[in-house]
């Protein structure tokens, strides 16, 4: 497993843009595929978005894609989250998670994903 922090969260107008950050300890990062997952206070955690380990396959859901893009840096150990064109509906804690794949599989549910961050709150204003 890996230790993951999570940096970048705050408040921000509708419309505006933030940018998370997930830092992971360990050698192995490169060998993990990473996920953004959020959930909103009443509500289960849904994933948002998805990257595997080379960084070659993404994953989006359908209530962010074209305004929320994932990125990783493997040489530093970090995996990102630029959030545009942000709605109120998106605030929520959003949470970094990992999971060991070896491959360009990207886990796509809570369950499959053995690690996690602490999160950090997004708040989105009308």
């Known amino acids: 497993q890996v230790q993951l922090v999570e940096s970048g969260g705050g408040l921000v107008q509708a419309g505006g843009s933030l940018s998370l950050s997930c830092a992971a300890s360990?050698?192995?990062?490169?060998?993990?595929?990473m996920g953004w997952f959020r959930q909103a206070p009443g509500k289960e955690r849904e994933i948002v978005a998805g990257?595997?380990?080379?960084?070659?396959?993404?994953y989006y859901a359908d209530s962010v894609k074209g305004r929320f893009t994932i990125s990783r840096d493997n040489a530093k150990n970090t995996v990102y989250l630029q959030m545009n064109s942000l709605k109120p509906e998106d605030t929520a804690v959003y949470y970094c998670?990992?999971?060991?794949?070896?491959?360009?599989?990207?886990?796509?549910?809570?369950?499959?994903?053995?690690?996690w961050g602490q999160g950090t709150q997004v708040t989105v204003s009308s």
């Open positions: 998670a990992a999971e060991a794949t070896y491959s360009d599989y990207i886990p796509l549910i809570r369950a499959d994903f053995g690690s």
């Open positions: 360990g050698r192995t990062f490169g060998s993990y595929a």
């Open positions: 990257i595997s380990w080379s960084g070659g396959t993404t």
